[in-house]
């Protein structure tokens, strides 16, 4: 069963703040020299900003080859929530491991904020968390305001809430298997440096996890390796809608009937095979072959299925999720105009929707 983590009750209460660059590039590290309070007035504020993105995430948990105590992250974690006390060198800390681990080229540098949370509601125990949040890039925005008995507009650069990068909230619960971490990174470019090298981190391998690790990997895979003659969008998306439909239908997953019943031939399987295979190294563990379906998991990965119909007389015809289901009755006919020696796409439908 799956942990239910709320924030209704949660508070931040300070932060450490600092600039990591690249070292690789000479880029500095500079970070916080006391400890930013929050006022009360802007602590609702700045706590919904922290911790919005870390709604409906799976959890993971800090691991280590041999001892937890062994494991950085976890230990700084562990100093900061039972001593309640040293945010500011303990996020220094932080700060400075995340620079240590930022040599790739593809790293960009950033703003960081640690964030001390008080009263996040897990299991019906309010307990401490500690989040961090990286921006990669500013944004310009707009300020009018009164000066002099009129009205100025000026102009600044700063990070924009709703494109915070990457993020991790570490959460004082269950220590001795390792704390439970909500993380994100929307940049897509090395995911594997920030949940890896930099958190070390392994996901919590429950229904929830093991549901939209296969489902989502399914989607990917069958828009790509189509097991039909047809490599058209609208081939895609029914394929992928098949993989879905198999979720829907059933309460447990079990690879070998998914291999039999959605990808059916042997060329497809080892090449899902494969797939699966590339899957694993990434998330640096196995995924087991049965488990139950969290039908709410299928409900994300199926809204991913769709495909864009990209034409050359500048006209694209977008296929939505629903699409797919469409398979007995199709609404897409293709054919070639001999008069005007061009080919066309005779879309069925029964009335237009304004939007």
Known sequence: MSIKIRFNTAVATGLVLAKVGNPQRDEPLQTSKE??????????????????????????????????????????????????EGLLEKGCDIAKRLYSK???????????????????????SKVQ????????????????????????????????P????????????????GYYVLTFDRTGT??????????GLQAVTDAAFLTKSYADMAVAFLKQEVPQESDAPEAKTTAAHDAIS???????????????????????????????AKVEEEQGQPLEKSFAIAKKQVSKAKKKIGGVLKLDAGIEVHLKPAFGAKENNPLLERGFDEDKGMKFIKVYFHKEEEG
Not at 110 to 115: K, N
Not at 162 to 177: N, R, T, Y
Not at 255 to 276: G, I, M, S, Y
């Open 162 to 177: 709703e494109k915070i990068d990457k993020g991790c909230l570490i959460v004082d619960f269950s220590p001795e298997q």
């Open 246 to 276: 198999f979720f829907e239908t059933r309460e447990t997953f079990d690879l070998k009937e998914f291999e039999e019943e959605v990808l059916k031939t042997p060329d497809v399987v080892a090449k899902f095979a494969e797939h699966r």
């Open 190 to 199: 090395d995911s594997r440096f920030w949940v890896r090298d930099f958190l």
């Open 35 to 84: 400890v930013f309070p929050i006022e009360e007035g802007d602590q609702i504020t700045l706590t919904g900003i922290f911790l919005k993105p870390f709604k409906n995430l799976i959890p993971h948990r800090f691991t280590h080859h041999s001892s937890l105590d062994q494991h950085e992250m976890n230990t700084i974690a562990k100093a900061i929530f039972t001593a309640g």
């Open 102 to 124: 930022s040599y790739h080229p593809n790293i960009k540098e950033g703003d960081l904020c640690i964030s001390l949370i008080k009263d996040i509601e897990i299991e019906g």
């Open 129 to 160: 968390g500690l989040c961090i949040l990286k921006s990669e890039s500013v944004q310009p925005f707009l300020s009018i305001s009164t000066r002099d008995g009129d009205l100025k507009l000026t102009t600044e650069h700063g990070i924009n």
